[in-house]
């Protein structure tokens, strides 16, 4: 018997362009490591030891870095195509050989796009002890009017989904990862279907469907908006958890900032909140970083500010530049000296060559 995860990563990563131009979504860096080996450790700390991936396509770069990562943990790692895209439930059917029906053990299955503390070791035990088909864990949110609420009953048995209800009824939301027996593949027909919208409804029907409050923080951080939200989340997360991933507090540091060991900081450069610096990155002096991520070899010019934004890889800030208000810059960008420019994404490889102080810009 093999403990095995279901991680759906989909497509091209549209809302994460244009770093997704440069890198499949789930390689795309997180706090200084790929979205994807965040919850493959995880999993593999529960005891998972055979991760299939549910892809629309397989790029060569995903699938040779997982192969090399799944040796140095000793897991198995396989990838489930669709020829089209299936839903959030026909990829079950898809890798119904993979998932192995004869063995008895369930399995965990999960959004790419998540980020949060990961607790799977208790996910699972809740699931064994209720015995029932399926487990999804659930995350309380401030306004349940803008997605589908779980209502359950008080020992976590799934009543019914309600969706955007005008009328308060719970404020419990789908989180996005599950645990299931195997025979919730016999529920799925082999065709594109929604698990939330079709199969969750149906088990909970049965009387088979069990939510988990998750605890601690919970994000989806598949559009830049929504990475910064969640690198925020994480970044205190390790604070209370694993401090020493952060950087300590000295001149120039605020708040949670990650890092990495690589990066050359120069002086008088002030950095944070919610900043994180990736592998060899270069800053010159007085820069300033306020919630940000700096992607791998990218280079900060004296006197520039980056906030709000995203940088990507080998990207170059002039002197005194200016990156603002929810810019996402794509690999080999050059902002020159100078240069202010606010809620723009640039492709890969550009000159950003006028200021751009618009909302929503697109430089191709």
Not at 9 to 17: E, I, S
Not at 35 to 59: F, R, S, T
Not at 330 to 350: I, L, N, Q, W, Y
């Amino acid at each position: 018997m093999v403990l095995k995860a279901i991680i759906l990563v989909g497509g091209y990563g549209t809302r994460l362009r244009p770093l997704t131009f440069s890198c499949p979504k789930p390689l795309t860096p997180f706090c200084n490591h790929p979205i994807v080996k965040h919850q493959i450790d995880a999993l593999v700390e529960c005891g998972v030891k055979h991760v299939i991936l549910c892809v629309n396509y397989k790029p060569k770069a995903l699938e040779e870095a997982l192969k090399s990562y799944s040796e140095q943990l000793g897991i198995k790692v396989d990838f489930s195509l669709e020829d089209v895209p299936m839903g959030t439930a026909g990829p079950l059917v898809l890798a119904k050989d993979l998932l192995d029906m004869s063995d008895p053990d369930p399995f965990f299955m999960l959004n790419a796009d998540v980020t949060s503390e990961y607790p799977f070791k208790e996910l699972l035990a809740f699931h064994k002890n209720h015995g029932k088909e399926g487990t999804i864990f659930v995350t309380k949110v401030d306004d349940p009017s803008k997605y589908g609420v779980v209502v359950a009953k008080e020992n976590g048995q799934i009543e019914k989904f309600v969706e955007k209800p005008q009328v308060f009824c719970g404020d419990k939301i789908n989180a996005g990862m599950y645990i299931f027996n195997k025979t919730i593949v016999n529920r799925i027909p082999n065709k594109p279907t929604s698990i939330e919208r079709v199969i969750f409804p149906a088990m909970a029907g049965d009387g088979e469907l069990f939510r988990m409050v998750l605890p601690g923080f919970w994000m989806d951080i598949g559009q830049p908006k929504d990475y910064l939200i969640g690198q925020c989340l994480k970044l205190q997360s390790l604070r209370n958890t694993d401090p020493k991933q952060l950087a300590d507090a000295q001149d120039g540091i605020i708040g949670n900032v990650m890092i990495h060991e690589s990066a050359q900081i120069g002086k008088g450069c002030v950095i944070g909140p919610d900043v994180v610096v990736g592998p060899n990155v270069k800053l010159g002096d007085c820069v300033r970083l306020r919630r940000c991520s700096i992607f791998a070899d990218t280079t900060i010019a004296n006197g520039a500010m980056v906030a709000d934004s995203m940088v990507g890889w080998a990207c170059r800030i002039g002197q005194f530049a200016r990156v603002q208000d929810m810019c996402v810059l794509g690999e080999d960008t050059t902002v020159p000296a100078e240069r202010f420019m606010r809620s723009t994404r640039v492709c890969p490889h550009k000159k950003v060559k006028e200021d751009v102080y618009e909302d929503d810009k697109i430089i191709i």
